[in-house]
């Protein structure tokens, strides 16, 4: 038999091809470099993300697809691709000086986060579901590992077991959603699905709702919703620092375009079922969240709660599933790669060899000892609580103006009531910043790269605050060849 | 230069951007100063408090006061994927404000030198923010950009009161916040609406607040729902009676600073956002809304009164005192005609003024006892002879004496609320017989008799300084009182328009029946002409035909390239079938002849 | 009757015999050895519906290889003893929503008899034997599904690092484990 | 024949096994075996699928999934035995840190 291998446009997959390359040369380069020069690999890994990143640009406007229609390059991937780069390039930088005070710096790190980061690149460009699957698989084991990379600490490795465990069994159950997909259609490519599905006519199948319940919860649990959530706090808390800040925007990112994808590529003929479950699921998600971010002493977990209920208010967008409702959920992810990775930075500057400086109480009268570290915490709450003039507000405003614009009223209702009440906890961290006084000296652990990546986030919250036009146009553009016309 | 505003007053100078922004540019300055040379911090914040206060004063001098339009505008392309603009501009309800807010923040910064001893360059810095935050709620003609700085402004206040507040601080602050927080919340959910509805209507998506007010139609239905959640927003910003639990609680932790801003301005923007947007966005709900917040305005006029007179703490005494006036300043409003409303425009200058004096007689008597306890005191007006001149002139101007500003703004507003009802007149005499009692009675506890406590023996009368800071203020009192007509005539052409406005029917099935009726008007003037019209008009069609109201109310012709909206044209008390000829051709974009843009007397 | 029910029934109560074991034994190498008759039943199901090269890759793979790396740390470690996790408690709620949802496809699937999938038409099913030989699947594989084997090679590249790495007795590290300890 | 109802009934009993499994057991390798039961499970549905559908898509789909099964247990029982060692070396009794 004679077997011709498929020609792939090369072009479409550069960027992938260029981190997976990366990532074997961190690795090579990592058996290389001395001990103490591991911080090397970092900057290495830093300048593949930004290498990337360039090979990413030239594809911007272009939509095509690539071996046998897996895998598309259109406006919503690329996107996607370039929040994964940002945050991928932000965690390496807080992460070089925490692996130090670890006693963790080995190069393995910056490969495995290099690995997850092409996972999700190739996620959000999947159009087929075990190319999806092989992805999302990539993603998840890379940041297994990574949660428990701080081996000798018993929390890290715990967490990762839970974080493993929830993780493969929520995949087998998205597998099973998948394997009733494929059933009742015959295939496994997305668009195909989609186009089998409105010809067969099936309706309110109980199979198909089935499928759709299981998807949900499967890429439910990668987005950290409400109730596939409960491994969040743990996980954030056990894991290193900037992982958990890693878990909390690039997953969660990966999972939102998988999830957009398969529900408006695959399952239109459905609308009306999963509008409903991600109406239920998005409010229950915001509302837990937030009341049980309240009740935290630990500032990792209240960031993991806050981070399930900001999974929340990127549901509405879902479940409003037009133009606009996509193009604000990929806006406001990246806004929150912005002010969320910046949020656990902040914790980053509070640690210690030996203590990890995760009580709100830590941060007592910063305010007095560092103002200007202060400052930058006080601009990522304001941003995660929505107060002008942050990246935040103008992202959850275009989420329910979408909703307000779709008719979901109420939605919006409980998302700005939600919005409100999450202040109450961020401004209790901020209270005790600026309003109590130091129960003893504050040492932050400051180091150039966290500084200039602290110095972008801020920056890049209040920027997008300020002038949030080229990033709103860059969304709706990227909408565009999948709504447009 | 279109219709709706007076771009180019001062030759395209950016007036309304410097007055707002000096502040926060001082604010960030003051960041890089370094935070132990206090004496610099103070006097650099003076500076820019009275550069500020410089800026503002051509605003008033070149106000044009035949017009109710948008003056000194700025326009500028921002967001437009939202269609959100840099849109600044300012009339006759603005204008008396921003003077006060630039007046009160140099104040305000005086008035601390003394009392702020701790961290004072975070305390400049968060004064000089919230200062701009206030003026662009004032200045603001965009609503996303309004929203913005409506919210921007209450982080330096939670901070203000947070940090240098009283004993119960932190409560204080967290509770100020997150009322205003979730009023400002349901606010933006209206504004939306807003947004979307006219955006569906006109296939425009701004959020250019004169357009919206004059061009965007809602139901019944619409507009009860949206006023509702504007009315949260403002109603908690006001504060009116069930939401007003926040504010005693800020007001006795806040510095003193920080209370003469609350008082003075910040609790203006919930009573200019009712006047600014309510009335005009919809006037149905605002007529049928009357009786409710009327209701509310008077239980808490006495409901205020009453509790403050139980007061032994001066300052929750004034600050109680406020949640009556503001009830009063609500109850002129909302009697929808030119005197109630102009009254209560004036008489939040002059609560603002009032007010703001008596909380920095509040803080001049607690820096020298550190006490606010009415029964600490007794006798002062034989020691502190200054202090109690100061004291007794601000005291009569909060009760109404005539001659002084509060009686000018009380008066007027009792004449408009009279024509609406005399059952609600009667209550407001009520609130200020009471508001006469406890001042007079506080006035006589802390001023009269013998001086029995020994700390008080040895007072020390006011210092230069807080003469130099309370003349001003005090100055205004009389100014206003004895010759108000410079402010009221600044007022009423824009209080008139608003009071036009509330009488326009906006419903959808008006707007259609009005033009309806038109076009036969027109028909039986020129039938040929109006029978090409009429299928495009009677359908709605926005961008070509008129579907406003008649030209005798506020007719809203909307210029066919979709720009700036054009001016209503007000030529009120004419009839309407006189009007409706002349102004067809500005259905085509056709500007209005000039006699429309003068408000007919 | 057909033999192929026989064997259909015989190797599914194998199957659903040894799953019971594996959630309800005591003893872990117990379940582990059920867990390995179960994937040769499994393999057995895979061989009657004609994919013949899966069948193998099962026994290799899973029986072959997964199940040796388990004996090996269950041996390794003497995991019996320790009772580890717990999930129970605060999963309840998702236990039941899932179980549910089984079961109503399950009764679903009796009464009705179907789940709503057209039935294939007996050449499809020929079709499905016939192509079921494993030079079709390795075409089809390197060529069509080129991109998700590309996938797989890099994911089994990260997991073998990401197992080494966890994995791996690090001298130094365990040294400074001590160290930290007593200070 | 056997029709596609069988193989269906039975991949979801070994799920459902699975999943009580999953929920019930409370030592971790335990837990993973019983996940290897529910990919069992969509195994035997994927292939039935695929025989029913008449293309090799689902048995392809199989392949991979018993591909990523092999990696997750390599990575899961290397947690396992890193969570045995800190043990051992820490000498932590068996309190957990982290509250499931």
Not at chain 2, 423 to 439: D, H, K, P, R
Not at chain 3, 160 to 182: F, H, P, W
Not at chain 4, 28 to 48: D, F, H, P, R
Request: glycine share 8%; aromatic share 12%; charged share 10%.
């Amino acid at each position: 038999m004679e077997l011709t291998l498929p020609i792939p446009n090369l072009r479409a997959i550069m960027p992938e091809l260029v981190m997976t390359f990366w990532a074997c040369l961190v690795l090579v380069v990592d058996v290389l470099i001395s001990k103490e020069r591991k911080t090397w690999v970092g900057y290495l890994a830093l300048v593949g993300t930004l290498v990337t990143m360039a090979f990413t640009l030239p594809l911007l406007g272009t939509r095509t697809s690539t071996f046998s229609n897996m895998f598309l390059v259109d406006g919503v991937a690329l996107f996607f691709k370039f929040i994964f780069l940002l945050a991928t390039a932000l965690v390496i930088l807080v992460s070089l000086r925490y692996l130090d005070i670890e006693g963790v710096n080995l190069g393995e790190y910056y490969a495995m986060i290099l690995f997850a980061t092409l996972g999700m690149m190739i996620m959000a460009a999947g159009n087929e579901l075990i190319t999806i699957y092989l992805s999302l698989e990539l993603m998840v084991i890379s940041t297994y590992v990574l949660c428990g990379f701080i081996r000798r600490d018993r929390r890290s490795t715990e967490a990762a077991v839970k974080y493993f465990l929830l993780g493969i069994f929520t995949s087998a159950i998205l597998l099973y959603g998948m394997a009733l997909l494929y059933g009742l259609t015959g295939t496994t490519n997305l668009t195909e699905i989609g186009r089998a599905l409105q010809a067969k006519n099936l309706g309110a199948n109980p199979a198909l709702l089935l499928a759709m319940i299981f998807l949900a919860a499967g890429l439910g649990f990668k987005v950290a919703a409400v109730p596939f959530h409960m491994y969040v706090p743990d996980v954030y808390e056990g894991s290193p620092t900037p992982i958990a800040a890693f878990i909390s925007v690039g997953p969660k990112a990966a999972g939102f375009a998988v999830l957009a994808r398969l529900f408006l590529v695959s399952l239109p003929a459905i609308r009306p079922q999963w509008g409903t479950l991600l109406w239920v699921l998005c409010v229950m998600t915001m509302t837990l969240g937030n009341l049980v971010a309240m009740k935290q002493s630990n500032i990792k977990r209240m960031l993991a709660y806050s981070s399930i209920a900001h999974a929340g208010y990127v549901l509405i967008g879902l479940v409003v599933a037009n133009e606009i409702g996509l193009a604000s959920v990929v806006l406001y992810m990246f806004v929150y790669a912005f002010m969320n990775i910046g949020a656990f930075s902040m914790v980053i500057l509070m640690c210690k060899r030996g203590d990890r400086g995760e009580r709100i109480e830590d941060f007592r009268g910063l305010a007095r000892s560092h103002p200007w570290a202060a400052i930058a915490f006080l601009v990522f709450f304001l941003s995660l609580a929505g107060i002008p003039p942050t990246g935040g507000f103008i992202g959850k405003f275009y989420l329910f103006s979408a909703a307000i614009q779709a008719n979901y009223v109420w939605l919006a209702v409980i998302g700005v009531a939600n919005s409100a009440l999450s202040v109450y906890y961020y401004f209790r961290v901020t209270m005790l910043m600026y309003m109590s006084d130091p129960s003893g000296e504050i040492r932050l652990t400051l180091s150039p790269s966290l500084v200039f990546a602290l110095a972008v986030m801020v920056i890049g919250t209040l920027a997008i605050g300020l002038y949030p036009s080229p990033l709103i146009a860059a969304a709706r553009a990227s909408m565009a060849p999948i709504f447009g016309p | 230069m279109t219709p709706t505003e007076i771009q180019h007053a001062l030759g395209g100078f950016p007036i309304l951007t410097l007055v707002t922004f000096i502040p926060l540019a001082g604010a960030i300055v003051l960041l890089f100063v370094n935070s132990r040379s206090t004496g610099l911090i103070k006097g650099f914040a003076l500076v820019v408090t009275l550069i500020d206060l410089a800026f503002s004063l051509p605003l008033y001098t070149r106000f044009d006061r035949t017009t109710h339009l948008m003056q000194f505008a700025e326009r500028h392309e921002w967001i437009p994927s939202l269609g959100a603009q840099y849109y600044l501009g300012i009339d006759g309800i603005s204008v008396l404000l921003i003077l006060l807010t630039t007046l009160l923040g140099a104040v305000s910064v005086l008035c601390s030198f003394k009392a702020i001893e701790e961290r004072q360059k975070e305390y400049y810095v968060s004064l000089l923010v919230l200062q701009t935050g206030m003026l662009g709620v004032f200045i603001a003609l965009d609503f996303f950009l309004f929203y913005i700085f409506w919210e921007v402004m209450l982080v330096p206040m939670y901070f203000l009161i947070g940090i240098w507040g009283g004993p119960r601080k932190l409560y204080a602050a967290i509770k100020f916040f997150l009322y205003t927080l979730a009023g400002s919340v349901f606010l933006l959910l209206g504004i939306l609406a807003l947004y979307f509805i006219h955006g569906g209507q006109t296939g425009d998506y701004t959020f250019d607040i004169v357009k919206l007010i004059y061009q965007v139609k809602l139901t019944t239905g619409q507009q009860f729902w949206i006023f509702l959640a504007f009315f949260v927003g403002f109603a908690i910003k006001v504060p009116m009676f069930p939401f007003h639990t926040w504010l005693p609680d800020a007001h006795v932790e806040a510095p003193t600073a920080g209370s003469v801003i609350l008082a003075g301005v910040l609790l203006k923007m919930g009573t200019y956002g009712f006047v600014r947007f309510n009335l005009p966005l919809f006037p149905q709900a605002s007529q049928s809304f009357v009786p409710f917040i009327a209701l509310l305005s008077i239980i808490g006029i006495i409901y205020g009164a009453l509790v403050a007179m139980a007061q032994d703490d001066i300052k929750k005494l004034v600050a109680y005192s406020s949640v009556s006036h503001l009830g009063f300043v609500m109850l002129g409003v909302f009697a929808l005609n030119v005197q109630g409303v102009s009254g209560g425009m004036l008489q939040m200058i002059n609560h603002g003024l009032s007010t703001g004096a008596l909380f920095l007689i509040v803080g001049i008597i607690y820096e020298r006892r550190h006490t606010r306890m009415i029964a600490d005191f007794g006798g002062l007006s034989k020691v502190i002879p200054v202090f109690t001149v100061i004291f007794a002139i601000t005291m009569l101007s909060s009760i109404g004496l005539p001659g002084l500003n509060g009686f000018v703004g009380e008066f007027l507003i009792l004449v408009g609320v009279f024509q609406r009802s005399i059952m609600y007149a009667a209550f407001a005499v009520v609130g200020i017989i009471l508001g006469a009692a406890y001042m007079l009675w506080l006035f006589q506890r802390m001023m009269f008799g013998a001086v029995e406590k020994a700390e008080n023996q040895n007072l020390r009368d006011c210092t230069a300084r807080e003469v130099i800071y309370m003349l001003p203020l005090l100055l205004f009192m009389f100014v206003i009182g004895i010759y108000p007509k410079p402010y009221l005539s600044i007022l009423e052409p824009s209080v008139a328009n608003i009071v036009r406005q509330v009488q326009v029917d906006r419903t959808p099935q008006a707007a259609a029946q009005k033009s309806a009726e038109r076009d036969m008007l027109q028909r039986a003037v020129s039938p040929s002409a109006a029978q090409e019209q009429a299928p495009s008009r009677l359908a709605g069609a926005r961008p070509a035909g008129v579907a406003g109201a008649g030209a005798s109310k506020a007719a809203v012709p909307v210029a066919g390239d979709g720009a700036t909206g054009d001016a209503i044209s007000p030529s009120s008390g004419a009839p309407a079938v006189a009007a409706a000829a002349p102004s067809l051709p500005a259905a085509a974009g056709v500007p209005q002849p000039a006699p429309h843009r003068q408000p007919g007397r | 009757m057909d033999l192929s029910f026989l064997f259909f029934y015989l190797f599914a109560a194998v199957a659903v015999g040894a799953a019971l074991v594996v959630v309800l034994n005591r003893n872990i190498l117990h379940c582990a050895m059920a867990l390995v008759l179960m994937f040769f039943a499994i393999a057995a199901l895979f061989l009657m519906l004609g994919a013949e090269f899966i069948a193998a890759v099962q026994v290799l793979v899973y029986a072959g290889a997964i199940m040796v790396l388990f004996l090996f740390v269950i041996l390794l470690i003497q995991i019996d003893r320790v009772q580890m996790l717990r999930f129970a408690h605060r999963q309840s709620p998702l236990v039941v929503i899932i179980a549910v949802l089984l079961l109503a496809e399950l009764l679903y699937m009796i009464i009705r008899g179907t789940l709503g999938i057209a039935p294939g038409g007996a050449d499809a099913a020929a079709a499905g034997a016939a192509s079921g030989s494993t030079e079709a699947f390795g075409a089809l594989l390197y060529t069509t599904y080129l991109f998700p084997f590309e996938v797989a090679s890099v994911l089994l590249l990260a997991a073998m690092i990401g197992a080494i790495l966890l994995a791996r007795l690090d001298k130094e590290e365990v040294g400074g484990v001590s160290r930290q300890d007593m200070s | 024949m056997i029709s596609l109802q069988h193989y269906l009934a039975l991949g979801a009993i070994l799920f459902a096994i699975g999943v009580v499994g999953v929920l019930t057991r409370r030592n971790a390798i335990l837990i993973l075996m019983a996940i290897e039961l529910m990919l069992n499970g969509v195994n035997i549905t994927l292939i039935a699928f695929a025989r029913h559908a008449g293309n090799l898509t689902g048995q392809i789909f199989v392949l991979f999934i018993i591909t990523v099964a092999a990696a997750e247990a390599a990575v899961g029982l290397a947690l396992v035995i890193a969570l045995f060692r800190g043990r051992d070396t820490l000498n932590v009794d068996e309190i957990h840190l982290l509250k499931w």
